[in-house]
């Protein structure tokens, strides 16, 4: 039970994280104008932020064998835009470049991040 908890708490923290930093970007940057890429813009910020925080967290809670961060939660990040902060995280604090599964999935998250990305554009044209 306390393993699902621990998902709950990390998950619901860092999605909370990752909402109040696009709302403190919109409030502070954008001069309160809504126009849907500026949302996207402050949301991508955000959530790459966490993730990184995220990613150097697990790390150091790693090297002292604690209580570790539940990849769902990582793989969650990632996959809500946090991907660039994920990859770059696992470069910079050498962290989960060795789990193979772990990678794999990383790696389908990217591939259907970018398939999107590239529909949405040709779709826009």
């Known amino acids: 039970m306390s393993w699902l908890y621990s998902i709950r708490f ?6 909370s994280l990752c ?3 696009a709302l403190a970007l919109w409030w502070f940057i954008t001069n309160h ?8 813009a402050v949301w991508l910020v955000s959530v790459n932020v966490v993730t990184l925080a995220y990613y150097g967290i697990d790390k150091l809670l790693a090297m002292r064998s604690a209580i570790r961060i539940p990849e769902i939660v990582l793989h969650t990040l990632g996959a809500i835009g946090g991907s660039p902060a994920a990859l770059l995280g696992m470069w910079l604090f050498r962290h989960k470049t060795i789990k193979t599964s772990f990678r794999i999935f990383f790696w389908i998250i990217v591939v259907l991040q970018v398939s999107f990305a590239i529909w949405l554009l040709v779709t826009m044209l």
């Open 33 to 40: 104008e809504h126009a849907w890429w500026r949302w996207i």
């Open 10 to 15: 990390h998950l619901i923290l860092a999605l």
């Open 19 to 21: 909402v109040a930093g």
